[in-house]
């Protein structure tokens, strides 16, 4: 073991000597001398405390009524043996969020089941009690309540087209923060909620947010609609591969057809050894790139068209699918959704019965992300997201959203998506999109195979 004289003694060495760490901001160094050769080295020096700059929060100016809520809060938790104070309030455009501190021997579990008790001393019809990353978050609703339009939350979407393959417009969180997920990293989206809670407006917002920013090149659509209402608007929209289908056996029909689609990619992937869509596509962009440096800009193009769109398939209400045919629909759905994330196929289901016949084990698993919106029970929340709460939300876009890029659960609140705005971008794509020319059955182009280094040409195999 090293005394403390050659501890400070190689410390000390110049940079001949040892390889010395680099400084930060807010420190200084101080020149020394090596004990090896003698040059002037400098040795680390941490700073006075008051040369340290800090930033300290400024404090939200609180209303009277928040007041009276944060002495509330503390009040009752006290009275039902949860001491505690509140230490920041997050104001939203739905909910206010105040952050609660419970004391040391305060139990968590008892905390979260007073959410009736606050409710009723706060005079307000629900309160949800979660936590969030360390800390208990108690959701109040505002008195009133800012309307989320779908025009404010787009360029949220447009900005992020460039580093997301399917930006999805999620809407904000509770603080009133943009919030926007990739659908290609998810890969599938379970949507519940019941009747008036917002799910099928939610479908119209991800769907007309995607068709703004994405062309029929680079995205493929397939809609089942059993209720025949929300998904056939979109009927003649260029990146319909097929037109709503709305029957039990036509839905089959289209699950077969993704998912030789899906085994069609996969062999491709596997000859041009490609681990998945994207590492495919973002060496076809770079060879197109090169062409195009080269001075070849019509190989470049040619080049380009061999890029991979994603397949989208979104289903409006599952529970009449797994009521009419529960077998083969479901072998089809888990078949799909686990082999699909590699070759660009993402699901978008939603049902407004979260059963446990509904949502079997099987299908759960493989749709790590989903999203509730306002349950009748709390047994309907917990079969969606293995929690419960969603039966306190209060409707009409008020939803949680559990995703495997972030840790517990996430309220966000969605914007609404109207019929104009709908009709809007319908226009738009097909007046100033691209005109559907391939037919509904014909197979996808095939990518250029490259040619191996013996000289051989591999063969795409086409099913």
């Known amino acids: ?266 062999n491709n992937l596997h000859i041009l050894k490609a681990k998945d869509i994207k590492e495919l596509n973002t060496r076809i962009k770079a060879e197109a790139a090169e062409l195009k440096k080269s001075g070849q800009p019509e190989l470049a193009k040619k080049r380009e068209e061999d890029l991979w769109p994603y397949i989208i398939l979104v289903i409006d209400e599952m529970a009449d699918l797994v009521l009419a045919e529960k077998k083969m629909f479901t072998q089809k759905l888990a078949c799909i959704s686990q082999m699909a994330r590699a070759a660009g196929i993402c699901i978008i289901s939603a049902t407004q019965r979260p059963s446990v016949d509904v949502l079997p084990g099987k299908i759960k698993v493989n749709f790590p992300a989903r999203c509730a919106f306002r349950m009748p029970s709390a047994t309907d929340s917990k079969t969606v997201l293995n929690y419960k709460g969603a039966e306190t939300l209060l409707g009409k876009g008020d939803c949680f959203l559990m995703s495997p890029n972030k840790s517990g659960l996430q309220r966000i609140h969605v914007p609404y998506c109207t019929p104009a705005d709908r009709d809007k971008m319908l226009k738009i794509s097909l007046e100033f999109g691209h005109v559907n020319s391939v037919p509904a059955d014909a197979p996808p182009e095939q990518p250029l195979t490259p040619t191996p280094a013996n000289g051989k040409q591999d063969k795409v195999r086409v099913n």
Request: include cysteine.
């Open 1 to 266: 073991m090293r005394t403390k004289q050659e501890w400070l003694e190689n410390l000390m060495m110049c940079e001949d000597c040892k390889v010395l760490g680099k400084g930060k901001i807010g420190c200084y160094w101080k020149k020394q001398h090596c004990p090896l050769c003698g040059k002037a080295t400098r040795k680390f020096k941490a700073p006075k405390a008051d040369k340290v700059l800090r930033f300290p929060r400024e404090a939200n100016t609180l209303t009277a009524r928040q007041k009276e809520i944060v002495a509330a809060i503390g009040e009752r938790c006290s009275d039902l043996d949860c001491p505690g104070k509140v230490v920041d309030v997050l104001v939203g455009p739905v909910v206010t969020e105040y952050i609660f501190e419970p004391d040391r021997f305060t139990r968590v579990k008892k905390l979260k089941a007073l959410n009736e008790d606050l409710a009723l001393a706060l005079q307000v019809d629900t309160v949800t009690i979660r936590r969030m990353a360390g800390k208990i978050g108690i959701s109040v609703p505002n008195p009133d309540r800012k309307m989320i339009t779908f025009e404010e939350c787009l360029k949220n979407v447009i900005a992020h087209r460039d580093d997301m393959e399917l930006p999805l417009n999620m809407g904000v969180t509770s603080t009133g923060e943009a919030y926007v997920e990739d659908l290609a990293t998810l890969p599938h989206l379970l949507i519940g909620g019941s009747t008036g809670s917002g799910k099928s407006v939610y479908l119209n917002t991800l769907l007309t947010s995607l068709l703004y920013i994405r062309s029929p090149k680079q995205l493929w659509l397939y809609m089942v609609d059993p209720k025949s209402v929300e998904l056939f608007p979109y009927k003649g929209l260029p990146h319909l591969r097929r037109d709503p289908v709305n029957d039990v056996y036509e839905a089959l029909s289209v699950m077969d057809t993704i998912e030789q689609e899906m085994r069609r990619r996969t």
